[in-house]
């Protein structure tokens, strides 16, 4: 991949990259000193009037469509009269006027293709490149629609180019990256694939499948298939590069290069947004001043005097062989669990902005794939997620489409009338404000409340033993500082999830579920919360109020309307009959994956069909569809 978005950490308000002027040539120091705040109205404007010009343009190919629609039914009633009429009339060779007819259309229709191709769009083309060239010297006032990166910057070091390479986004891969490395390099890289695909090869057929005989590892056809694969990798790699793919490939890693240089020099933060879909870029300064105020106002954190990597480690181990020793796990299960001291690291902390909220907050994020206590955390969420899923499935919605399923039973079950309610509200930083030792104590009761007391030979307590030391060794590296978090869980450790879950299993049955009537439905996306509800608006608030002061941690917004959006899908009551469309969060860019990306092409065949897909499954009326392909149309053509 090009530049590890999430990763660099390069010492960053929506804005046009063309719009702010670059800094000229000067000094370091003077330069440096001209990168400002870039004002936060301007911003606000800036978003406002690229939300009009796409609103503007999607009711523009609404009219063209509408037209069409109208110009292709007064045809076909043409054609049907016309066929009526003329099918008495037959030729000596027993053709219809109608069939003449239609081949002179046919011919008719292939030449005004032709026309429009060699002819009109060219023309077109030229006049539409001197309008860009006449508007040139004021292009500094457009507002363009496309998805551009985010600068938190009153002016910049970046060239148009840079610019418009980081508007690709944060999924965008250089393309042939490979081809520019030493031919060493690449044989390395030869060597390294055949291995790994000639391991997984040989693992598949030495285990028993479907009756079939295994073949062992040691026969001579792997040294003849792994040599036909040499061959064929060293082909794919060493072949040379078309002029024109060699010189883009060398352009981008010369703009990636510079854009890495710039913001080691400008002292620049680069990340991807939380929602948005975008990057971003701000000061150094800014992004450590929000760091700290979020670690004030949560005081989830604190900061160690040294590395604890080793200490927990040893903690780890120590835990492990105790359990052992006591016959509380098995051999297998402590080698899973198992850290490999060599492989080990500590855990990372990193923000993304909210470039969706005032003042551009920061959503924490800690990287736990190579922590101590990942394989712990892993085998504990293999063990309990299962059975979350099977004893929960009623109060857990899973996507989109299940919120529809589910809301389409409650209809036929004859509750929804003209007055329904659709009541929706999410916890605020769940995550962090999850209490660890009252989290496992109700993860206890969930195991005792379904007779779970053993689990694949590992009693309750052993559980909440090895889940004690997940959140208790969440330790990890900020910036040059060692922290440990002592309040919630690490955001980013998979049996934080299911230990959240199984928090809001307990805090919905006594906030919410004991005073919503049994034949509502009521279902929990994690922190995402969606009810039906026949009572009036006044009375739900009080159950939301009285809900928001039912635990110290747990602080809800809601939203009570008979229009609501939950996830991705937006749910409508229109006197007593549900309507649905696909819902785009205002955060949200009209960003995909980048055509020019250097993904694999079945990637881009996917992006479209999970698109179109999504809109036949939410869309209850045609019309509704018909909004969401032209919102897919224009997202792909802004995605080039």
């Not at 003077?30 to 503007?56: C, D, G, H, M, N």
């Not at 995550?431 to 206890?444: F, K, N």
Request: net charge positive; hydrophobic share 35%.
């Amino acid at each position: 991949m090009g530049i590890p978005w999430k990763s660099w950490e390069f010492h960053g308000n929506p804005g046009n990259p063309m719009e702010i002027p670059a800094i000229p040539w000067k000094s370091r120091q003077s330069r440096k000193s001209e990168i400002r705040r870039f004002p936060l109205v301007k911003q606000q404007q800036y978003k406002i009037i690229q939300e009009a010009k796409r609103t503007w343009l999607n009711i523009n190919v609404d009219a063209h469509e509408k037209k069409y629609q109208e110009y292709e039914h007064q045809y076909q009633q043409d054609l049907k009269q016309f066929e009526f009429i003329s099918s008495t009339h037959i030729d000596t060779n027993d053709t219809t006027l109608f069939n003449c007819f239609l081949l002179y259309i046919g011919h008719r229709i292939h030449r005004l293709k032709q026309e429009i191709y060699y002819e009109k769009l060219p023309v077109y083309r030229r006049k539409f490149v001197r309008l860009r060239r006449r508007l040139k010297p004021t292009k500094k006032n457009l507002v363009t629609i496309a998805p551009i990166i985010i600068l938190d910057l009153i002016r910049h070091p970046f060239t148009v180019a840079e610019l418009a390479y980081l508007s690709r986004g944060p999924t965008y891969i250089r393309p042939n990256q490979s081809a520019l490395r030493p031919s060493g390099q690449r044989e390395k890289q030869v060597d390294k694939k055949m291995n790994d695909i000639i391991n997984k090869v040989k693992n598949y057929m030495a285990n028993v499948y479907d009756g079939r005989s295994k073949i062992p590892t040691t026969v001579p056809m792997y040294k003849f298939y792994s040599e036909r694969l040499r061959t064929y990798l060293l082909c794919r790699y060493m072949i040379p590069l078309p002029l024109m793919d060699q010189l883009r490939a060398r352009r981008e890693l010369k703009l990636d290069k510079s854009i890495r240089r710039k913001l080691k020099n400008y002292k620049l933060v680069l990340r991807e947004t939380d929602k948005s879909g975008v990057l971003h870029i701000g000061h150094a300064r800014d992004y450590e001043r929000k760091a700290m105020e979020y670690r004030e106002k949560t005081g989830a954190h604190e900061e160690l005097t040294s590395n604890p990597l080793d200490e927990i480690f040893y903690q780890v181990i120590q835990l492990l062989n105790k359990l052992r020793s006591a016959n509380k796990i098995s051999v297998p299960q402590k080698l899973k669990m198992m850290p490999i001291r060599n492989k080990i690291e500590l855990a990372y902390m990193y923000f993304l902005h909210k470039s969706h909220k005032k003042g551009t907050p920061l959503r924490p994020i800690i990287n736990t794939i190579h922590a101590a206590t990942t394989q712990i955390s892993k085998h504990l969420d293999e063990l309990i997620r299962p059975l979350f899923d099977r004893y929960a499935r009623h109060t857990t919605i899973v996507d989109g489409v299940d919120l529809l399923s589910r809301l389409h039973k409650y209809i036929q079950n004859g509750y929804f009338n003209s007055s329904t309610l659709f009541v929706a509200f999410d916890i605020t930083n769940l995550y962090t404000i999850l209490p660890q030792e009252e989290s496992l104590v109700i993860l206890a009761e969930f195991l005792h409340v379904h007779h779970c007391d053993i689990i694949q030979g590992i009693s309750i307590d052993t559980i909440l033993d090895l889940g004690r030391i997940v959140p208790q060794a969440n330790a990890f590296v900020y910036g040059k500082k060692f922290c440990r978090q002592i309040i919630g869980s690490a955001m980013g450790s998979v049996f934080t999830l299911t230990l959240a879950n199984i928090f809001m299993w307990k805090w919905e049955r006594q906030a919410i579920l004991s005073k919503l009537p049994a034949h509502e439905f009521y279902g929990r996306y994690i922190d995402d919360i969606f009810f039906t509800c026949n009572e009036s608006e006044t009375k739900v608030k009080k159950w939301l109020e009285s809900a928001n002061q039912f635990h110290p941690n747990i602080k809800l917004t809601y939203t009570i309307a008979k229009s609501v959006p939950f996830l991705d899908v937006l749910v409508c009551n229109q006197n007593g009959i549900l309507f649905s469309s696909v819902y785009h969060k205002p955060a949200a860019e009209l960003s995909l994956l980048s055509f020019l990306s250097d993904h694999p092409r079945h990637v881009f065949r996917n992006v479209i069909q999970t698109a179109l897909m999504r809109a036949i499954r939410y869309s209850s009326t045609f019309e509704a569809l018909n909004i969401e392909r032209r919102s897919i149309r224009l997202t792909l053509l802004l995605n080039e």
